[in-house]
């Protein structure tokens, strides 16, 4: 598994949605389990959410109920739906391997939600 590319941040007011998504290569993505982490302003990176090679899924309190990560592992990307976000939501978001690789940190994609 190479670099991670993530996508689709932005800004959005309380209570909007947006999909984040990740693009990796390597040829054994689809046997990863795969996961989005967020890191907010003077704050740790913290999970968020991961999806197993068979599509199991796990999520941070926080958001459960109102986000939903998903993978395609044709196109080796990963997904993050998020709905009904909340300024607390604000963070930059990453994608990794879960536990995380440190050699597969990318950029990011900043998500920013007003009030």
């Known amino acids: 598994q190479g670099r991670l590319v993530e996508s689709g941040g932005g800004l959005v007011q309380t209570g909007g949605s947006l999909r984040l998504s990740c693009v990796g290569s390597?040829?054994?993505?689809?046997?990863?389990?795969m996961a989005w982490y967020r890191q907010a302003p003077g704050k740790e990176r913290v999970l968020v959410a991961h999806i197993n090679h068979v599509a199991a899924t796990n999520y941070a309190d926080s958001v459960r109920g109102r986000f939903t990560i998903s993978r395609d592992n044709a196109n080796k990307a990963v997904y993050l739906q998020m709905n009904s976000l909340k300024p607390d939501d604000t963070a930059t978001y990453y994608c990794?391997?879960?536990?995380?690789?440190?050699?597969?940190w990318g950029q990011g994609t900043q998500v920013t939600v007003s009030s």
């Open positions: 390597g040829d054994y993505f689809s046997r990863l389990t």
């Open positions: 990794n391997t879960w536990p995380y690789n440190r050699q597969y």
